[in-house]
């Protein structure tokens, strides 16, 4: 009997421990802690950990090896103290660096591993890893933002101060004057919508007509571009090249001239023989003058054997008026 009763309180007392091994065990799962396996505690310091809960994965590329134990206030300064623990075999090396990122585009805050130089120490339980904040895009966005409200709110602010000047220049006649103008404006329009109109009237009736100019501007062209491929053809070349002699030639004669060659050169340079042209020609001008005048002097006729009488000169003999200037 009392063996039985012993055996009923063992079996009670066996129920109770696997009960709280179980709780125990479904706990640790719930966070990740391994009982049975290795586990490390580590630290890390942060200024602000943008609503880091405890009970966070902590993640290595990707990958869950801890959770967040506990975050705490380290002093008076307000930085928070956030203890983690890792569970995987993998050695992290001291150097290693505690990251805190932007879980989603929310917001929500996640603490990953991003491992040290291969190689190097390993961290041990208790130390306290280099913290790292990674910039997210909602901060990245907030960053952004900042410049573009300032000069938002600077363009409001200018808008409004333009408004209160329009609404001090625009009184009660500069009012009527823009309302004025605007109405001008309006009648202006109209007036180019009918001059356009009555443009497209003009070309619709004058459609054959144009057509007509049209076709004889392209003739016109047409026969342009037969003289200019005449021209082309045309033996320009040498045509400028005769030209370009006849001018030296020419150029070559007047040379001449200038320069005494030849009669006619002579005559152009040659002072004393033109003086001496000149004179005959005199003289030759006063023996026709003469000769009509006086033809007496030059023609003897004897009729019937009369002795012809002396020659007298007339008064206007030009000889003499020449001598005797």
Do not use: C
Not at 279 to 291: F, V
Request: aromatic share 4%.
């Amino acid at each position: 009997m009392n063996l039985l009763r012993l055996t009923k309180e063992i079996k009670a007392g066996l129920i109770v421990v696997l009960g709280i091994t179980a709780v125990i065990l479904g706990f640790s799962y719930l966070k990740s802690n391994s009982l049975l396996g290795k586990s490390t505690t580590l630290y890390a310091v942060y200024d602000h950990v943008g609503g880091l809960q405890s009970g966070t994965a902590v993640s290595l590329n990707g990958f869950s090896v801890g959770t967040i134990d506990d975050i705490t206030f380290l002093d008076e300064t307000g930085k928070l103290m956030v203890s983690f623990t890792l569970t995987t075999d993998l050695p992290i090396p001291a150097d290693s660096k505690a990251e805190l990122y932007d879980t989603s585009v929310l917001g929500g805050k996640g603490l990953q591993i991003v491992l040290g130089t291969p190689g190097s120490a390993i961290a041990q339980n208790g130390d306290t890893l280099n913290s790292t904040v990674k910039v997210g895009m909602t901060d990245r966005i907030t960053e952004l933002m900042e410049p573009l409200e300032a000069k938002v709110n600077s363009a409001i602010v200018e808008t409004d101060l333009l408004m209160k000047n329009l609404n001090q220049l625009l009184d009660t006649d500069s009012q009527a004057l823009l309302r004025e103008t605007l109405k001008n404006f309006s009648e202006t329009s109209a007036s180019l919508k009918v001059i356009s109109q009555n443009v497209s009237e003009n070309l619709v009736a004058n459609e054959q007509a144009l057509g007509t100019i049209l076709e004889n501007t392209a003739e016109l062209t047409a026969n342009l571009s037969t003289v200019s491929q005449t021209l082309n053809e045309a033996d320009l070349k040498g045509l400028m090249t005769d030209l370009d002699a006849s001018i030296s030639s020419t150029k070559e004669i007047l040379e001449g001239i200038k320069s005494g060659d030849g009669s006619v050169g002579q005559i152009f340079t040659n002072q004393e023989l033109y003086v001496s042209l000149t004179s005959n020609l005199n003289q030759l001008e006063w023996l026709l003058q003469d000769l009509r005048l006086n033809p007496k002097r030059y023609l003897s006729v004897s009729v019937f054997g009369k002795k012809q009488k002396d020659y007298v000169a007339p008064e206007s003999d030009p000889a003499k008026t020449s001598k005797n200037q």
